[in-house]
């Protein structure tokens, strides 16, 4: 069974730093690009970061470039997004997103087959 569950979620200040972490099983890892979105209610889902495991190409949105960094460990099957410098803008409710097959580079506009069930960040100004 496929699982992605996401984790590292809360309520901060404006400017501090958060990491959220996707841990996944039941498909072999690098095989597949992991993506984040998000999403505020009433709004459509957003396209944050993506990475490839397999050759380790990442892709951010320009909202977030330069701010937040994806990175991937094989070896503990978990993709992380280290969120700097955070903006009242950034609350949301954050997915991570898995689709397989070959993806250099990621894309955030691919069909996602898997999905997490987000969690919660709040950034206070």
């Known amino acids: 069974e496929v699982q992605l569950v996401e984790s590292g979620g809360g309520l901060v200040q404006a400017g501090t730093s958060l990491r959220l972490s996707c841990a996944a099983s039941?498909?072999?890892?690098?095989?597949?690009?992991i993506a984040w979105f998000r999403q505020v209610a009433g709004k459509e889902r957003e396209g944050v970061s993506c990475?490839?495991?397999?050759?380790?190409?990442?892709y951010y949105a320009d909202s977030v470039k330069g701010r937040f960094t994806i990175s991937s460990d094989s070896a503990k099957n978990t993709v992380y997004l280290q969120m700097n410098s955070l903006k009242s803008e950034d609350t949301a409710v954050y997915y991570c997103?898995?689709?397989?097959?070959?993806?250099?580079?990621?894309?955030?506009?691919?069909?996602?087959?898997?999905w997490g069930q987000g969690t919660q960040v709040t950034v206070s100004s």
């Open positions: 039941g498909f072999t890892f690098d095989d597949y690009a």
């Open positions: 997103a898995a689709v397989g097959g070959w993806h250099s580079p990621c894309d955030l506009g691919d069909e996602y087959d898997y």
């Open positions: 990475v490839w495991s397999s050759d380790g190409n990442t």
